[in-house]
């Protein structure tokens, strides 16, 4: 066990990776030479040559594209997506190729890509750096979408990641990098499982990647009011782990579900849809979500007021304990 | 925006470089110093074969049409006109290479050895992929315009990376050159030096858009710019379109890197049987093309050579009709796909939330039982 951030968490999975399967290769701008701009993939080239640490010319649909060709002749690639807002460029190779040659081909053709995609705010940096489509992805059939929110998830979620023999999304949360925690390289749970960070009994806050650190902080801040909240670390967003979120649910009664994308048709809806219909007699409250406005990314100064934060985690908890919170009086 | 009316009209022939050609339309042999080599070992025999896949080809799109027509196919793409440009660059091919493909490469596919009925599965609506890529050496044919020239990059990345000499060739048409997905497989593959061919069919027209309208220039020549050499050649001769094609796989094998082929043809009959060519194509020009028509040209040569007598054209003929009838029975005796197939193969692992949905399907279906 070693203490490291979560940015070197990914590199020594991405290194394990390579070590383990001489058929993965890792594409992408800036990886090699640099690093990665975020060092993740830091002395990888170096150690593992360039012809299986690959920087590639600046097209991302190519980068996913050929890793479409590469895949086909039995390599298992990951794909370095520079940034979340820059992704889709190859949106289209990877909701029409990558998610469907398997079931396109009947199973013949598969497609074991790994796309490694930094994602989400709070940085104070510019639009196209701080978005978070996950939602898009886990809407796509045939494609697994992830997020790590710790050291240890995100060195056992990639190098599971990239064993998948399915093509996985995953969701890097770039505010999260720097994160220290122990990581064990030999622990291993499945991909796919959902994890219950902290037991609770009054309500239960599902919340992945970059705001799981933000609902344990809610979590902790509701404990000194005499609240008990159970954070549940969802982990995969496609397919989701309901099995858990609905045992926490028909515990508590209560649910609150927050994310930094937009609310429309994000995985807060499908969440609340399906929980809604499972735990219907056991819910005291309509499942309530706190998620990033309706609206583009906006300018740095004003990330704070889109950004899902503690005290508005706190608000939701309010609502579906029935306590006054910022709606109590207010009417459209 | 408005397109200038010349750029609908103007043919792209004003280019300067050369189009290869090794048979006039009327089946002269003409001679050509780089590329005759490269034809040295078809024999009268081994043409007539390739003659004997034209005249199949143009059988199987004929029976297919009147299939669709007959409502027993939702759709089908013709060839017709493309006959030489995909026989004769995919009998260039060895068997581990590997092809990436559109929809209309119905004769690369028979070439490759694709079963009749496996042909049209797909336009059927059976399966959404007729065949095993890998029995056949021959990706699923790419509905979205120009993605697969990507797969083929990556695919002949990965044969440098195996240090085997296979070579992959994309093949994409006229309307393709316009999208994002062709012009970064051109840069990747010239970075990487993957050994790839770029086989372009320009057939004249996307649907109803002529070639004018995707490329103000000659379209060959705009290989070059990446970095990628590049040869027009007659698509509507067999023979130049096997040199050009043996040629381009040499390069790619000896590590020489990817190479552009433009084929010029001309796409005789519709889009697909869905599409109708009167509202926009010049008689006159169909006209011309019709007089510079692949099979008729090689059957000139075959004669001419005594290759080919009445004898022989008989076999012929009755080889493409039993073929045609096999085609035509493998289509009808395709079995109709299980209901609960439709959640098979969406993943390697399935998940228990798409387990669920099938659970529940199922039980549902079984409501209609008695």
């Not at chain 1, 790590?148 to 995953?170: E, G, K, N, Y």
């Not at chain 2, 694709?114 to 065949?131: C, E, H, I, M, N």
């Not at chain 2, 109709?336 to 228990?352: G, K, N």
Request: proline share 5%; aromatic share 8%; glycine share 8%.
């Amino acid at each position: 066990m070693t203490e490291t951030t979560l940015a070197k968490a990914l590199g020594s999975g991405l290194r394990r990776a390579l070590e383990d399967d001489d058929r993965v290769v890792l594409m992408g701008e800036d990886i090699g030479q640099l690093g990665g701009v975020f060092r993740v993939t830091d002395g990888l080239q170096r150690d593992f040559g360039a012809d299986r640490v690959i920087d590639t010319p600046l097209a991302e649909s190519a980068i996913i594209g050929t890793a479409v060709g590469l895949a086909y002749r039995g390599f298992r690639p990951v794909c370095e997506i520079q940034f979340d807002g820059f992704i889709y460029p190859g949106f289209d190779q990877i909701v029409a190729q990558v998610a469907k040659m398997h079931y396109r081909t009947a199973g013949a053709v598969r497609m074991p890509l790994t796309i490694r995609v930094p994602y989400g705010g709070g940085i104070g940096a510019v639009e196209h750096h701080s978005e978070s489509p996950e939602a898009y992805f886990a809407h796509t059939a045939g494609l697994r979408v992830v997020t790590c929110s710790t050291p240890q998830d995100a060195h056992t979620m990639l190098r599971q990641a990239i064993a998948c023999d399915d093509p996985v999304l995953f969701f890097e949360p770039k505010r999260r990098y720097w994160t220290k925690g122990e990581v064990d390289e030999d622990y291993a749970f499945p991909l796919g499982s959902a994890r219950v960070v902290t037991a609770g009994s009054d309500a239960t806050v599902v919340a992945y990647g970059p705001l799981v650190a933000t609902a344990l902080d809610a979590a902790a801040a509701a404990s000194d009011e005499g609240i008990s909240l159970e954070v549940i670390d969802l982990r995969s967003l496609s397919p989701i782990d309901f099995e858990t979120v609905e045992a926490s649910v028909r515990k508590t009664g209560r649910l609150v579900i927050t994310h930094e994308a937009q609310q429309s048709g994000g995985l807060g809806a499908e969440l609340a849809a399906t929980l809604t219909d499972r735990c219907f007699f056991d819910l005291e409250a309509p499942p309530q979500r706190v998620t990033g406005f309706d609206v583009p990314y906006p300018a740095a100064r004003l990330e704070d007021h889109f950004l899902p934060d503690l005290d508005r985690i706190l608000d939701a908890v309010d609502r579906v304990l029935g306590r006054a919170n910022s709606l109590s009086g207010w009417s459209a | 925006m408005t397109i200038a009316d010349e750029s609908r009209s103007t043919p792209l022939m004003d280019a300067a470089t050369e189009t290869v050609q090794l048979l006039d339309p009327q089946g002269v042999r003409t001679d050509h110093p780089l590329y005759d080599s490269l034809i040295d070992d078809l024999t009268p025999e081994r043409i007539l074969a390739l003659y004997e896949d034209m005249v199949v080809v143009r059988r199987i799109d004929v029976e297919a049409t009147a299939l669709q027509r007959q409502g027993e196919l939702g759709l089908w793409p013709p060839l017709l006109g493309q006959e030489a440009a995909q026989v004769g660059s995919a009998r260039a091919l060895r068997d581990d290479d590997f092809a990436f493909s559109s929809y209309r490469e119905n004769a690369v596919a028979y070439c490759r050895g694709v079963g009749l009925p496996d042909l049209v599965k797909v336009w059927r609506g059976t399966s959404q992929s007729g065949w095993n890529p890998y029995e056949v050496g021959m990706a699923t044919p790419s509905i979205i315009i120009g993605a697969q020239t990507l797969h083929a990059t990556g695919y002949a990345m990965g044969c440098v990376k195996d240090g085997v000499d296979s070579v992959a060739i994309a093949y994409f048409g006229d309307g393709a050159t316009s999208e994002g997905d062709v012009n970064e497989a051109m840069v990747f593959a010239a970075s990487f030096a993957a050994p790839v061919v770029f086989f372009c069919q320009n057939n004249h027209w996307a649907i109803s858009e002529p070639v004018g309208l995707q490329s103000r220039g000659s379209i060959a020549d705009r290989a070059p710019g990446f970095g990628i050499p590049s040869v027009r050649v007659d698509g509507n001769d067999v023979l130049a379109v096997m040199a050009v094609t043996r040629s381009a796989l040499d390069r790619a094998r000896s590590g020489g890197g990817p190479s552009y082929i433009e084929a010029v043809t001309y796409r005789m009959g519709p889009h697909t049987t869905s599409d109708d060519p009167s509202r926009y194509v010049d008689p006159l020009q169909h006209e011309e093309w019709a007089a510079k028509d692949p099979l008729s040209r090689l059957e000139a040569y075959l004669w001419s050579v005594g290759a080919l007598d009445d004898e022989r054209a008989a076999s012929i003929t009755a080889v493409s009709d039993d073929v045609a009838a096999r085609f035509r029975s493998g289509c009808l005796a395709l079995p109709e796909p299980d209901p609960l197939s439709v959640f098979d193969h969406a993943y390697v692992e399935s998940h228990s939330g798409l387990d669920r949905q099938r659970s529940q399907y199922a039980a549902y279906l079984s409501g209609f039982a008695s």
